[in-house]
């Protein structure tokens, strides 16, 4: 992929001069054919479609584009961080290919746009910091493209080479159509299948024309500004001088004044920073003190309680004591990581008189929260085992993954010195593997599977007709739990009333479900939104 900085003076123009024409981004051969043909097919493959095959071929066109036009000796390669995004989108790809989640196309997106921002400046750390600059480069680029759409101006030298190219083109399609006609002429065969031909090109003209339209039109220019910012690198540097001044770990930070060019330290200075300094570690370790005692009390409540042989009494709600109580202990946890962040953030981490006790006394905490994340799984696990499972439920076991990856973070901050960058950077990377192993998951049939549980008394069925459509064949295969079902609800998630139905009833939705896909699939499904497993899942369920 060619890189390059855009410069007006690059062809011993003057500034005005510049201004007044504009040099044209040096595209390379290989570009400006791929950019129409990433145009064409964007639009062929999204538009009025959903999210499935389409996505992962665009996605391997892109990488492929990338990867063809991107030198051997370039910067990318050597670049772990490159690689792993590399793996990553095609992982994602292959996702997308098979389930279509939302997951899936949402690790793809992501992992695609952060691998062109490397690309652009493979020497980033951060996931952030490479995704803005793939998308500051991308709005970079169109207004550089600009120049292209300009019409030539006249003149001698401009008339010459049209008349020339003219000629190169003209002469031998009209050579082409002499011997077209000598062919229809004398040969009958030739003449049938020549017809058919315009035939089939006439059709296709036809039928191509009311597909044109503004807002095609606009959906068309839209993949060609995606194509062009995925193609067409211009190097943007904001991000990359922004993280050459952070390092990995915490320096220490002296005060120093000049005096005759010779920097000396400035001891009143310097004794009040000490003053102020210890002032600081006496607030901190009273902070850890008093907030350990305090998280200890809760920590030995929550397991006395819910660690070992919880059973929820009559009437006890759950939903409050997961929800709420769920929310406030993932919101102090994080409170907890903040301040311990604070504390730790400059000088503090070389108090030599009491950096041991204020290093052990945020260690406790650390641990204690860790303990209390362990309490909010288990109440998590209990709303799980007692009403089913969700999205929601899910997602929750993933922020405790990322929250406990972030405990461990901080621990290394506290012990080693570690900056704010570090754990930024570490953390991001733990949330983009965790988004990926979301992408990989065929969350709704494990759901519906686990909520088809004759144990339940009550099945919110309408939740699990909204999920996709491979979820049918699974809700047809264990209509019969419904018979136990005390409580059936078929509204769908977010409605104002709760609509409740007998379980005759709600076998008998399920079947229409089921007709209605099996009549509306191969006539409304496309191959651009084809997914592997919704495939597999209506010819494993009709096969028969």
């Known amino acids: 992929m060619t890189t390059f900085t855009a410069n007006p003076n690059a ?75 590399l793996a990553g989108t095609l992982l994602s790809a292959g996702a997308v290919l098979w389930y279509g989640s939302a997951a899936a196309w949402l690790a793809c997106v992501a992992s695609v746009v952060m691998l062109l921002g490397f690309i652009n400046q493979p020497h980033l750390r951060l996931l952030a910091f490479a995704l ?52 229809v002429l004398a040969n009958p065969r030739y003449e049938a299948l020549a017809g058919q031909v315009l035939g089939w090109l006439g059709d296709w003209l036809l039928a191509l024309l009311p597909a044109i339209s503004i807002p095609h039109l606009l959906f068309f220019l839209v993949g060609f500004a995606l194509t062009a910012g995925a193609l067409v690198v211009v190097p943007l540097h904001f991000f990359q001088d922004q993280e ?49 005692a305090l998280l200890l009390v809760v920590n030995v409540i929550d397991v006395r309680w819910i660690w070992f042989g919880f059973v929820p009494a009559p009437g006890f709600d759950l939903t409050q004591f997961v929800h709420e109580g769920t929310y406030v202990l993932i919101f102090s946890i994080l409170v907890a990581m903040g301040i311990v962040l604070w504390f730790f953030r400059r000088n503090l981490n070389f108090y030599q008189p009491g950096l041991a006790a204020l290093r052990w006394g945020a260690t406790i905490w650390v641990v204690q929260n860790a303990v209390l994340m362990v309490s909010v799984g288990l109440r998590n696990y209990y709303y799980i085992q007692y009403t089913g499972l969700a999205y929601k439920r899910i997602g929750v076991y993933g922020f405790l993954l990322l929250t406990l990856f972030g405990l461990v973070t901080v621990l290394l901050k506290i012990w080693q010195r570690r900056s704010a960058f570090s754990l930024v950077r570490l953390n991001s990377l733990a949330a983009y593997g965790l988004l990926l192993l979301l992408a990989l998951g065929n969350w709704e049939i494990w759901i519906a599977r686990y909520n088809l549980n004759a144990r339940f008394g009550t099945l919110d069925l309408g939740f699990l007709l909204e999920m996709p459509a491979r979820v049918l064949p699974e809700l047809a295969a264990r209509q019969q739990v419904l018979d136990g079902m005390s409580r059936i609800i078929i509204s769908p998630p977010g409605s104002y009333t709760e609509e409740t139905a007998p379980p005759a009833e709600a076998r008998a939705l399920i079947q229409r479900r089921l007709a209605a896909w099996q009549l509306n699939y191969e006539r409304q499904r496309t191959w651009q939104s084809w997914t592997g497993a919704e495939s597999a899942a209506y010819y494993s369920a009709f096969s028969h």
């Not at 292209?148 to 050579?175: D, I, K, Q």
């Not at 390092?247 to 003053?275: I, M, T």
């Open 11 to 85: 062809a011993g123009l003057t500034t005005a001069a510049a201004t007044a024409r504009r040099i044209p981004l040096p595209l390379t051969a290989l570009q400006k054919l791929l950019l129409p043909l990433g145009a064409v097919l964007f639009d062929v493959l999204f538009y009025r479609q959903g999210v499935g095959l389409n996505l992962a071929l665009y996605t391997l066109f892109v990488v492929a584009a990338t990867l063809v036009g991107l030198p051997k000796h370039a910067a990318a390669w050597r670049s772990g961080y490159f690689r792993l995004l």
């Open 132 to 183: 803005l600059t793939a998308l500051g480069g991308a709005a970079r680029v169109l207004p550089e493209l600009l120049p292209y759409l300009r019409l030539p101006s006249a003149g001698a030298g401009r008339w010459g080479r049209t008349r020339f190219y003219g000629r190169l083109l003209l002469a031998p399609l009209a050579v082409l159509v002499v011997f077209h006609f000598l062919f």
């Open 244 to 292: 050459s001044r952070m390092g990995e770990f915490v320096r220490r930070q002296r005060d120093r004044v000049a005096s005759l060019g010779v920097r000396r330290p400035d001891f009143r200075n310097l004794n009040r920073k000490a003053l102020d300094l210890r002032k600081e570690y006496l607030a901190a370790l009273a902070v850890f003190g008093l907030v350990n």
